[in-house]
T-cell receptor, first 115, second 114 residues
Framework: DTGVSQNPRHKITKRGQNVTFRCDPISEHNRLYWYRQTLGQGPEFLTYFQNEAQLEKSRLLSDRFSAERPKGSFSTLEIQRTEQGDSAMYLC?????????????FGNGTRLTVT | AQSVTQPDIHITVSEGASLELRCNYSYGATPYLFWYVQSPGQGLQLLLKYFSGDTLVQGIKGFEAEFKRSQSSFNLRKPSVHWSDAAEYFCAVAPPGGGNKLTFGTGTQLKVEL
């Protein structure tokens, strides 16, 4: 169990640029989640995958956000035309499907700063 | 819609003192309940969870939490705090059987004085 890995750890970008983050879940975990955490707030659910299928998206996930998990392993989260309000910590987590109460394992996050 | 309230933004305790962090939730039924801890630069670590059954649950690092249905609360406790417990603590809820789509509170920052 090598844990959930997220890259990069930090990303600074100018407003209007596109950014992409990567998440490598724990290898035997079928479910993968993306959360966003802004300063002084708890994490907010964005989306989740079961294998390669994206099963749910939050209304927080605007059209500028897209997430993929093409082979049911790693996932990418892309933000197009970044805005200053996108500055946040983006957290990835994974879990097994069964048992249904299998706990989430979080990565250390990618901190995005939009200038 | 479900929500979680952690009324204390900051708490300071002396090392060796007892600790209680408050959490109240709003949900139509009894949700799944969780406490996570986040240290600076680290991801969230699960301390404990409640799904059903015994309302007093034990977790890692000597933490426990008690579910009180009548008060819609799930407070976290530790009898004797260690300096290494300084971190941010998040309470979270999820729909029963709803996987891990968690709704988090805003967190309580714990400072431990030596």
């Amino acid at each position: 169990d090598t844990g959930v890995s997220q890259n990069p750890r930090h990303k600074i970008t100018k407003r209007g640029q596109n950014v992409t983050f990567r998440c490598d879940p724990i290898s035997e975990h079928n479910r993968l989640y993306w959360y966003r955490q802004t300063l002084g707030q708890g994490p907010e659910f964005l989306t989740y995958f079961q294998n390669e299928a994206q099963l749910e998206k939050s209304r927080l996930l605007s059209d500028r956000f897209s997430a993929e998990r093409p082979k049911g392993s790693f996932s990418t989260l892309e933000i197009q035309r970044t805005e200053q309000g996108d500055s946040a910590m983006y957290l990835c987590a994974s879990s097994r499907v069964e048992p249904h109460n299998s706990p989430l394992h979080f990565g250390n996050g990618t901190r995005l700063t939009v200038t | 819609a479900q929500s979680v309230t952690q009324p204390d933004i900051h708490i300071t305790v002396s090392e060796g003192a007892s600790l209680e962090l408050r959490c109240n939730y709003s949900y139509g039924a009894t949700p799944y309940l969780f406490w996570y801890v986040q240290s600076p630069g680290q991801g969230l670590q699960l301390l404990l969870k409640y799904f059903s059954g015994d309302t007093l649950v034990q977790g890692i690092k000597g933490f426990e939490a008690e579910f009180k249905r009548s008060q819609s609360s799930f407070n976290l406790r530790k009898p004797s705090v260690h300096w290494s417990d300084a971190a941010e603590y998040f309470c979270a809820v999820a729909p029963p059987g709803g996987g891990n789509k968690l709704t988090f509170g805003t967190g309580t920052q714990l400072k431990v004085e030596l």
